[in-house]
């Protein structure tokens, strides 16, 4: 049986080819584009609105691609979205004739050479003008697709492939020629400013899809504040000397990594993730660097505590004993959810606004059993914990280059 919501209903009616479906973190963009997939090839609304399946025109379906990030592909979470349509990547299990293939971003170039089927590509790549670029853009000229993002742009620079793939341009040196000046100060390209906006403007909405998503969960965030040794860290500042390998400091951004690992070892640190733990007995501990997963897994949890990671050296599934703590690098942080827990500890804040939304949205899921979520941002008052925060509420990236002066 299909259940959609009114709002994943009404983005279907909005969708065409080419388009950028936007929905938060956990809001169902997933299910949503498997629908409009159903619709596009011969399936009938009255089953997205009514829920009783109407098979699809076997002899006209196309076949389905579906480029995800690794994690999606090897939990087949896909599959969850494919099998109320009849759909499944095995042959024997689906009722149809036609390919149905999920992939990750990584072997995009394997599909460069399909024509005539039907694309999903899901947690949005397609920015900058590299390989995974290159293979997006020859797709897009043979093929229907759609594009899945919880956060599609943060500027006009991100939407040049997707421009480019729906015919707005003939090629990036275009859309460069006739909207961005760089800056003549630099010695490397940086953009100065953007030329007709309004342009700009108009064609991001003609192909933006936003679901109006309204969420049943209450997010509750809260900073827990902690000491950090002060001395130690003025005196990284001032000396620009490494105190963990007794040399030099060669760089901004390993000042910026040195003075954040004398914040983030302090015991203090410690002792909040403990009192938190008291209280909320399976956590979600996000994490940046490996020091800090060293730090965490030597905490006594108690014998009773089941520990796992997900980082670049593991890849275990979350637990399901009553008490226990899943260790995620922010790099990890997209392409898998959770609903075993309403609590997510952010041991240190990443650099990235939106790897910090993709991170809290791990738990804040359609089908999640809790209203109430949980987010606890452990930090200090130290500069570097102050300039990241300040960077991250204003929706912005932190800068090291800006923080220090070099």
Known sequence: ????????????????????????????????AIAYYYIQNGGDM?????????????????????????RKRDTFEWSGELSPFLLSINPEVNLYSNKVVVDSWNNIGKYSEVTDAFFIFDEQRVIGSGTW??????????????????????TWQDYIPVFVANGFYKNRTEFIREHIVYSRSTKFPKIDRYLNISRLTRLRTSILVDMDFKRETTSHHEDIHTSYDVKKYREVSRTRFNPYTDEPIMNAGELCYILRKVVNSDESRLLALESIFMEHPRVIIFYNFDYELEILKDIGWGAEVEIAEWN???????????SWVYLVQYNAAEGWNCVK????????????????????????????????????????SSGIDLAISKALKDKKNFNETKFVKW
């Open 1 to 32: 049986m299909i259940q959609l919501y009114d709002y994943q209903i009404e983005a279907v009616t909005r969708m065409k080819n080419g388009c950028v479906l936007c929905g938060g973190v956990g809001s169902g963009k997933s299910l949503t």
């Open 46 to 70: 009255e089953s997205l609105i009514y829920g009783e399946y109407i098979t699809m025109d076997d002899c006209n379906i196309k076949d389905l691609y579906i480029i995800t990030t690794a």
């Open 133 to 154: 670029v290159k293979s997006f853009l020859k797709i897009a000229k043979t093929n229907e697709w759609i594009l899945l993002s919880a956060t599609p742009g943060d």
């Open 312 to 322: 670049g050296h593991k890849h275990q599934p979350i637990p399901e004993s009553g």
């Open 341 to 380: 827990t309403d609590t997510i500890i952010f041991f240190s804040q990443n650099y990235s606004y939106k790897v910090m939304v993709q991170a809290a949205g791990r738990i804040d899921r359609l089908n999640t059993p809790y209203t109430d979520l949980y987010y606890y941002h452990l930090k200090s």
